[in-house]
């Protein structure tokens, strides 16, 4: 049986949530991971919504603060590599252009009247953007810490 959302908020569901293995035991990294997911969360949480009178426009909200804040994380990110003169960081900033680009293909307005359509764009961010970031995590940034 599907959760409605109030399900969800009460027994402390999330579907996207920063676990203890994708912490890289740098502070500003880590932080900014957590309120990636965290903006993930309530993301999945609208969406899960049926009821709200404003989902559409509180779902093209919150994606632009995640895009948006994926972008500061990657420029902080690269900030730290430099300052720690990381080997690696024109293969890492690549990787990041390259998701950067992917967002950049999104486009929220265009079906911001067929909520289905809406609905499915979404999710598909949510999973795209959780599964690389989970992914970049473990293989890439887990590197930096070493």
Known sequence: MEKDHSQIKQE????????????????LIDKEHTKLFALAQDTYEVLQDDISQDKS????????????YTRTHFSDEEAYQKSIQY?????????????????????????????????????SLLDFLTNWLVNHILKVDKLLAE
Not at 12 to 27: C, H, L, R, S, V
Request: glycine share 4%; proline share 3%.
């Open 12 to 27: 402390g569901f999330f579907m996207y949530q920063m676990k203890p293995e994708y912490f890289t035991g740098i502070e």
């Open 57 to 68: 426009s509180e779902l093209v909200r919150l994606v632009s603060e995640l895009i948006d």
């Open 87 to 123: 080997p690696y960081l024109k293969e890492h900033a690549a990787q990041h252009r390259q998701f950067e680009e992917s967002l950049a293909s999104l486009d929220l307005d265009g079906i911001e009247h067929d909520l289905e359509a809406q609905n499915e764009t979404v999710q």
